[in-house]
């Protein structure tokens, strides 16, 4: 049976509480727990074989999300994020969908595109016609460049073409390469094989392959995450249920229609998804990339997620994006902590990782317009930022709490007076 994520008071215990409760909760080994104590990890040798020039290691903080159900299983979320109230935030809306029945996800077979551009043609309908007539032969010689992937059961699993008449250096011809690539995010895979067929495409059409590169917007390999929040659980001490789902809902419908808010909603969004795609060793400039190009997908830039008040008044949200993840390969297999986290979550597919990180991201667009929508984005923005300006201004492990309770008390959160608060403190002592 798997243990509850929803973990009350989890950010009471101590740090080395809480590490011993994930240990517990995903069977880590002493040597995984001295990877998240900070004394192991990630080397300078080991970075130095993944980057060019290394010269050592950045570490940021993982933190953990509690009170995710997930297609009825419960999940505890590594996150990798600097953003102070991120983790907390998204912790308390896991528990708002939870009240629920959690998040319900999907998601589709890991289909990435391998893009082929061909120029230097005279009549693109014919070139069209001929790549569709050996669209077989090109799929069996793609294959022949798979690797593990064609034998884990992935490879090529059709051909598109698409052609521009006019652009500004004449017409062109783009070939899609669509490509299972299992539980790989597979850019290596795609690469060799379009790179691969590039002879074959010329020698078909009598034209010149120019690019030959995957892209990153993966719109054949998306993930959607559903909820409902019941109505009562949005209550505030100054708003009703009901009067706050109407806000959130209008809230959601100005991200919609407005690309400047929806700019800064969509960022929101990506404060979940990416803090879980960095902790489990994945490309987030990737997935960021093909998130907001699919935002945009009707000509206007809009929002990622959908908020509704359904016929019982609860609030209802949905969210769906590419999402090329992987689970072996890459990072995710070199960075000890990348393997930690995909521990930590359990996840046994590539799919999977995409659901969760789809929720997640669902889940802090929920937390931020319900804050904007009811008491004001700052009230817990600013008691975690007050944390970081103490630790800033020298305040020692024990002194932190004492620091920002005082800023808190006065108003007053700036580095000035934290420094002179902690000055203070250590005058007493």
Known sequence: MTPSSRLSGFYKRTLQERRQTIGDWATLTPEELQVLEGGSGLSAEQADHMVENAI????LPLGIATNFTINGTDRLIPMVVEEPSVVAAVSNAARLFREGGGFTTSSDEPIMIGQIQVLDLTDLEAAKQVILDNKALLMAEADKVGGSIVKHGGGARDIEVRTFESTSIGKMLVIHLLYDTRDAMGANAINTAVEHLAPHVESLTGGRVNLRILSNLSDQRKAKASGMIPAAQLATETISGAEAVDAIVEAGVFAEVDPYRATTHNKGIMNGIDAVIIATGNDWRAIEA????????????SSMSRWWKDEDGNLRGSLELPMALGTVGGATRVHPAAGIALKILGTKSARELAEISLAVGLAQ??????????????????????????????????????????MLKEGNIRLERAKAIVAELDAKH
């Open 56 to 59: 050592g290691t950045y570490a």
């Open 290 to 301: 093909g998130a907001h190009a699919y935002a945009a997908r009707n000509g206007q830039y």
């Open 365 to 406: 667009n929920l937390a931020a317009i319900k804050a904007l929508a009811t008491d004001g984005i700052q009230r817990g923005h600013m008691r975690m930022h007050a944390r970081q300006l103490a630790v800033a201004a020298g305040a020692s492990h024990e002194m932190v709490n004492s620091v920002v309770q005082a």
